[in-house]
């Protein structure tokens, strides 16, 4: 890389399960990346030498060749289980918020890493939501996408799928579905999973079509129906009208579908006005989402994939941590 | 026993994950019971061989004493992986439909038992369901309450429970809800249950109020909502607006919740009209439904435990495996 732009930042996305690190130039590109498995619930030794082992292994080359770079991280990194709490932001939160509630913490390396809070939603008259990582996905989506910003519902799906009110470049509001976990749990510890093949074969038309009348089911479901209507998964199995292969995808549909139905409900009054729907995360279970909202009538401005390293790259923005100067320097 | 009444009747409640023998006079009154937890998904050894060891083990002495005695069975043990398959029976059906689909396996003992099949609600408008054990206990409570079999909505709370309509001590129609195996998996294998506690102390006053909280909650629900309600489960531990040790109980009140406000819906047309609603199963479960059906202004005609003993004497009766002359011998 001698001669090619210069490094101005080390942004990290460090999860329950994974951590991801971005070797970032001035202008929010990515120059180099590394990732491993070592989640915040899955570190080689427990707490704060766990934390600084895993920092010092992903990111000690890096500093090595460019001493002195900005380092910030996202996610559940900054959980009470993480390496250090950086509290829940109450809405509404934008990327200047995140920075203005951010915890810093010195590292091993004498590098100090500038951690970003969650975001928590606690209205008057519901139960509190709260969210960490997708906050930091929402500054990347709301930078690259300006236009959708101004007044958007943001999807992330995922374990815990977020529906997000975005207003102005600020998260005004959001609610969590517990989507996918309910669907790994049940795949793989209750009796729904019993008749599911063990491989992960599910492109057949067969399967696509359990997908959509999982969907439809949902769409017809009244309050409550869901404890019933997964129960289909193993009847339509046990009476031979699914093939095997085809149940995780009819659970899978009915699942989405239960969300789409209540996520729209919820979101109406932001959605009946030329408010734009945007999906973010994993492509192919966006495709999912996509497929899912069409039987509902719904079509998605967009659709993104993984815009955290530019949401960190924002964020490091908003904390003064990138010199003006080294934004000169990109192509 | 041997001035007692006489026995007439093996009756075997065998279930997944739990054995129950009785040994019962002429008139259908327990004489003497046993039970193990060789349930058919736990026997000692595979297979054929597995449930004849088992149940030799747990008769023979009975039939040593009293031989030739007649042996009835119910339950998981007439499924695909039972001891032979009795296939379902489509509803309506009564204790007499049991019979004539009945399916007989001889034992090592020299001794005949007739397995019950299960029942299958097979509407050409919505998805199949299904029970196995639960068209017992119905005969069973049709038994005890004649009164109360004319018109009733039976609810049978547990791992899977079944919402079902009978009319005349007939099984007309069926619901399943997941609603136990939802509350286990979440609470043993999703992040909800990790800010429970491990014991199951349950009884204070906090975790009364969170069970109805719960039960509120889903009352005020909309189509597709659970999913992200159930989360709630979490944010109420984390902001500490519930105590660790109420969580389940929330989560309880909110799975019981959501199936009775779903329950109910679609037992309208028969709950409208004077059926009574019966609640059949284990006491403490059936309590918090008691009290889950009261906030929801619904008050259940009677509360009845294990009809099992009762519905397996009435398919032997039906079947004529009980002499008359022994009915004139109790007391």
Same mark, same amino acid.
């Given at each position: 890389?001698?001669?090619?732009?210069?490094?101005?930042?080390?942004?990290?996305?460090?999860?329950?399960?994974?951590?991801?690190?971005?070797?970032?130039?001035?202008?929010?590109?990515?120059?180099?990346?590394?990732?491993?498995?070592?989640?915040?619930?899955?570190?080689?030794?427990?707490?704060?030498?766990?934390?600084?082992?895993?920092?010092?292994?992903?990111?000690?080359?890096?500093?090595?060749?460019?001493?002195?770079?900005?380092?910030?991280?996202?996610?559940?990194?900054?959980?009470?289980?993480g390496?250090?709490?950086?509290?829940?932001?109450?809405c509404?939160?934008?990327?200047?918020?995140?920075?203005?509630?951010?915890?810093?913490?010195?590292?091993?390396?004498?590098?100090?890493?500038?951690?970003?809070?969650?975001?928590?939603?606690?209205?008057?008259?519901?139960?509190?939501?709260?969210?960490?990582?997708?906050?930091?996905?929402?500054?990347?989506?709301?930078?690259?996408?300006?236009?959708?910003?101004?007044?958007?519902?943001?999807?992330?799906?995922?374990?815990h799928c977020?529906?997000?009110?975005?207003?102005?470049? %600020?998260?005004?509001?959001?609610?969590?579905?517990?989507?996918?976990?309910?669907?790994?749990?049940?795949?793989?510890?209750?009796?729904?999973?019993?008749?599911?093949?063990?491989?992960?074969?599910?492109?057949?038309?067969?399967?696509?079509?359990?997908?959509?009348?999982?969907?439809?089911?949902?769409?017809?479901?009244?309050?409550?129906?869901?404890?019933?209507?997964?129960?289909a998964?193993?009847?339509?199995?046990?009476?031979?009208?699914?093939?095997?292969?085809?149940?995780?995808?009819?659970?899978?549909?009915?699942l989405?579908?239960?969300?789409?139905?209540?996520?729209?409900?919820?979101? %109406?009054?932001?959605?009946?006005?030329?408010a734009?729907?945007?999906?973010?995360?994993?492509?192919?279970?966006?495709?999912?989402?996509?497929?899912?909202?069409?039987?509902?009538?719904?079509?998605?401005?967009?659709?993104?994939?993984?815009?955290?390293?530019?949401?960190?790259?924002?964020?490091?923005?908003?904390?003064?941590?990138i010199?003006?100067?080294?934004?000169?320097?990109?192509?």
């Open positions: 890389m001698e001669n090619g732009p210069t490094p101005a930042l080390i942004a990290l996305d460090w999860g329950t399960s994974s951590l991801r690190a971005y070797l970032m130039d001035g202008s929010g590109r990515v120059l180099d990346r590394r990732s491993n498995a070592h989640g915040i619930q899955n570190l080689p030794i427990p707490g704060l030498p766990g934390f600084e082992q895993v920092f010092a292994s992903i990111c000690g080359e890096w500093l090595t060749l460019y001493p002195g770079l900005p380092v910030v991280a996202g996610g559940m990194v900054g959980s009470a289980q390496w250090v709490e950086a509290p829940y932001v109450p509404p939160a934008d990327t200047s918020t995140l920075v203005s509630r951010a915890v810093a913490v010195d590292s091993p390396l004498g590098i100090r890493l500038l951690i970003a809070p969650g975001v928590i939603f606690d209205p008057p008259d519901a139960n509190p939501d709260v969210m960490r990582g997708e906050e930091i996905q929402i500054s990347g989506a709301c930078a690259d996408h300006p236009a959708l910003s101004q007044r958007t519902c943001v999807v992330l799906p995922g374990t977020k529906w997000v009110q975005v207003s102005e470049g %600020r998260i005004v509001r959001f609610a969590t579905y517990m989507t996918g976990e309910l669907f790994a749990v049940l795949s793989k510890h209750s009796i729904l999973g019993r008749l599911m093949p063990a491989d992960e074969s599910s492109d057949s038309q067969a399967c696509e079509a359990a997908f959509l009348d999982g969907v439809n089911a949902a769409r017809k479901s009244l309050p409550g129906d869901l404890a019933h209507q997964i129960f998964t193993r009847t339509l199995g046990l009476t031979r009208r699914l093939p095997a292969e085809a149940l995780k995808d009819y659970l899978s549909g009915l989405i579908g239960h969300e789409l139905v209540s996520g729209l409900a919820h979101m %109406r009054d932001t959605l009946s006005s030329d734009a729907l945007l999906l973010v995360g994993e492509d192919a279970l966006c495709g999912r989402y996509v497929r899912a909202l069409e039987v509902l009538g719904v079509r998605p401005a967009a659709k993104l994939e993984n815009t955290a390293p530019r949401g960190l790259f924002q964020f490091a923005v908003a904390a003064g941590l010199p003006l100067a080294s934004k000169a320097t990109a192509p």
